[in-house]
């Protein structure tokens, strides 16, 4: 996996607050953002926080992160975007009061899908990993540095949109939510399905 330097990526709505700490960007999210298309709430956000390069053919990308989650809805994690009705977005967010590893899928209505993380992750760096092949993105994720991965989702993305990829935050019902980013990584995508 390569390391992409911070100043190699661009901002789609660049947060209030953003400073680099050594190899980690520190990040405050604005008021009320989000990315979300219509599916059950009728809205659409689109103006969450994202940090990215292009990400070309079959590859994969890493983020890795640590938050400090208190509000409704807070989340932080990785992006792959080809336009406001064509995105995934994938890592932590709590809702009603619970962590949960998540995954929203759209193209052109939003979906979501989420699995409870265990207590402890809330104070371990977690990293969450978007593999593209064909026309399949595969979504894993660990807490903590040595842990192992676990599944969380594949989805249908199509094969020939242009994507950005990179660190994603939102924190729809207020605003300030610290995330700490670390270095973002780029590589080969997964050579299967069901192995890490």
């Excluded at 709430?41 to 292009?54: A, Q, S, V």
């Excluded at 509000?71 to 809702?95: N, P, T, Y």
């Excluded at 660990?142 to 989702?153: M, P, Q, S, T």
Aim: with cysteine; hydrophobic share 40%.
């Amino acid at each position: 996996m390569r390391v992409i330097a911070w100043h190699e990526m661009s901002w789609l709505n660049e947060p209030p607050s953003v400073r680099e700490d050594g190899s980690d960007l520190v990040v405050l999210t604005g008021r009320e953002t989000d990315f979300w298309q219509r599916t059950s709430y009728g809205f659409t956000h689109d103006d969450g926080h994202f940090l990215g390069l292009p990400l070309e053919g079959d590859a994969a990308v890493e983020v890795s992160f640590e938050a400090t989650f208190e509000g409704a809805f807070d989340q932080a994690g990785l992006m792959l975007r080809a336009g406001s009705e064509l995105w995934i977005k994938a890592g932590v967010e709590l809702s009603d009061g619970v962590l949960y590893a998540g995954a929203v899928v759209t193209v052109g209505l939003s979906d979501w899908s989420v699995a409870p993380l265990p207590p402890s992750a809330g104070d371990e760096r977690l990293t969450f990993r978007a593999s593209r092949s064909g026309d399949a993105v595969t979504i894993r994720y660990r807490v903590g540095e040595e842990a192992d991965w676990r599944f969380l989702r594949l989805a249908y993305f199509p094969p020939e949109a242009e994507v950005m990829a990179g660190p994603m935050c939102c924190s729809p019902t207020r605003e300030g939510l610290s995330v700490r980013f670390g270095p973002v990584r780029v590589g080969s995508p997964d050579a299967s399905l069901h192995e890490a």
